[in-house]
């Protein structure tokens, strides 16, 4: 195999392969990033035993064929080579793979042909196009809520699924929250089997490194999803888990006529307050109270060795709960994925879920529970001007 193609039109092609391989763990194999070269193209796979990366790139083919060598070494080589054509050659007989620009050459291993792994290709029916940038909101909204735990199973994935009014439900549960995302896609909608898939956390990693901001071709099959960027330059494709996921419907159908308190605050300035008072959390003590009434929510950390921060923050409120208290990093968590300027807590209780939601964006919104704690109470309490 030999060909010449320029560092600038396959450079971001190397490196999204190399991204997908391990370092050093796993087999040689998995390590292995694969080139192959027909008619004006070559073409450049890689795959970790799960996801799978596929990406084509025009160049000048000189000898067709195939060859395989040290992905991370070769993408670190050609990230450091100067812009313009380089030739990439392959040297059966002696088993090596040669990189050359102008006077200067590179020799790397050569992998074994055998080792080679038969990727799936994009399938070209039941095609859906999307749009990266929703794909990618949509991974992100959620993507805090699946579990790292990979004993809880169809917890670590992300769910969606066909739901009501022909709209796709997105939702991800890992035990103490809950997000749930609704959007409208008739094609995915149509091209979804009934019971939805999942998709595992640990490649939503890779997709989400993967995804363009334009638009994107979808297809699913039994059991891998596929992405491709448009102009059919590259395509991933990830596997799908085939866990019971938590029904869902029925943990929010339980709490939503509980919800008789409602809180609608400001988030920036809710945001702002809680990240000086979680100066004051510490291992042990890491939650928020929340004091309410009508027009203020009262905000309070207190632990013996740290201290104790007390603010006050202008709200609308309505209901029979008057105390609440909330991890503080998971607060803040939940805040940073919603852009409305006012957000609405639903509260059931002191110890049930909590439902928050944009003020008037009813297609998101994540439940989270409340925790318990017994306050040290270290300083003498003074009243906020």
Sequence with gaps: MELIIYKEDFVDGIIKASNIIPYKTGAAFLRTIWF?????????????????????YKSEIKENGLMGTQGKKITELIRKMRAGPIVIKSDTEKQTVLVKQDKRQYKLPMSESSWFPELEEFPEKNIVSWSGEIIREIVEKNYFCISDDDTMQAMTCLKIAPGENEKVE????????????????????????????????????????????????????DSRIFFRTQDQKESLSLPLSMYQFPDYH????????????????????????????????????????????????????????????????????????????????????????????????????????????????????????????????????????
């Design 170 to 221: 997105v939702c991800a549960f890992n035990g103490h929250q809950l997000s749930y995302y609704t959007l409208i896609n008739p094609d995915l909608y149509s091209n979804m089997p009934g019971s939805g898939i999942l998709i595992p956390k640990k490649y939503l990693a890779e997709l989400r490194r993967w995804l363009p901001l334009g638009g994107v071709d979808l297809c699913l099959t």
């Design 250 to 385: 029925q943990f929010i159908m339980t709490y939503s006529d509980k919800f008789g308190s409602h809180m609608t605050i400001n988030r920036n300035e809710l945001m702002e307050s809680l990240e000086r008072i979680q100066i004051f959390n510490t291992e042990i003590q890491m939650s928020t109270v929340m004091e309410l009434s009508s027009q203020e929510v009262r905000l309070s950390s207190t632990a013996v060795e740290s201290g104790e921060a007390r603010e006050a923050i202008g709200c609308s409120y309505s209901g029979d709960l008057d105390q609440v208290v909330f991890n503080t990093k998971n607060v803040l968590e939940i805040m940073e994925h919603f852009d409305e300027e006012n957000i609405t807590f639903s509260f059931a209780g002191q110890v049930l879920p909590c439902k928050i939601h944009g003020e008037s964006n009813a297609d998101y919104f994540v439940m989270t529970m409340p925790v318990q704690i017994e306050q040290e109470t270290y300083y003498t309490e003074e009243e906020i001007i």
């Design 36 to 56: 192959k070269g027909e008619a004006d193209h070559l073409k450049i796979m890689s795959t970790d035993s799960n996801v799978e990366f596929i990406g084509q």
